[in-house]
């Protein structure tokens, strides 16, 4: 199983990478592979602001459907639009091309409180 140590994590199974203001956001290796084959990933939020623990989208894979929580506040900025046509870059590349939105950090200090990959490793039984 890949978990990239350069990432941040969290409960829910998203990993983040900040540059600067902005965090990219996407399910971890694990979550994909527990979802199973991805067919539709819908985020209906970009240009809102949300708090972080709301739900920015869903993941829906052929057995049911998952809620997407921001894993921190701020205003989501971008969806990576390529998930329209090709879902199931979420399962072939989840830390790369499979990348689910963007968010313009409002409190970026919340970024402390992401799990390290030791930390999400323990909590998956790594």
């Known amino acids: 199983m890949n978990i990239p140590s350069e990432l941040k994590y969290t409960k829910d199974h998203e990993w983040v990478s900040i540059e600067g203001e902005i965090a990219t956001v996407g399910i971890t290796d694990f979550a994909q592979g527990e979802l199973g084959d991805i067919v539709y990933v819908e985020v209906e939020t970009v240009d809102e602001t949300l708090d972080k623990e709301e739900v920015f989208g869903t993941v829906e894979a052929v057995k049911t459907v ?18 329209e046509d090709e879902p199931e870059k979420v399962n072939s590349d989840p830390y790369g091309e499979g990348w689910m939105v963007k968010i313009k950090l409002s409190n970026p200090s919340e970024a402390e409180e992401l799990l390290s990959d030791e930390d999400y490793k323990a909590l998956i039984g790594a």
């Open 66 to 83: 998952s809620d997407l929580f921001l894993p921190l506040s701020g205003e989501i900025v971008e969806f990576n639009e390529s998930l």
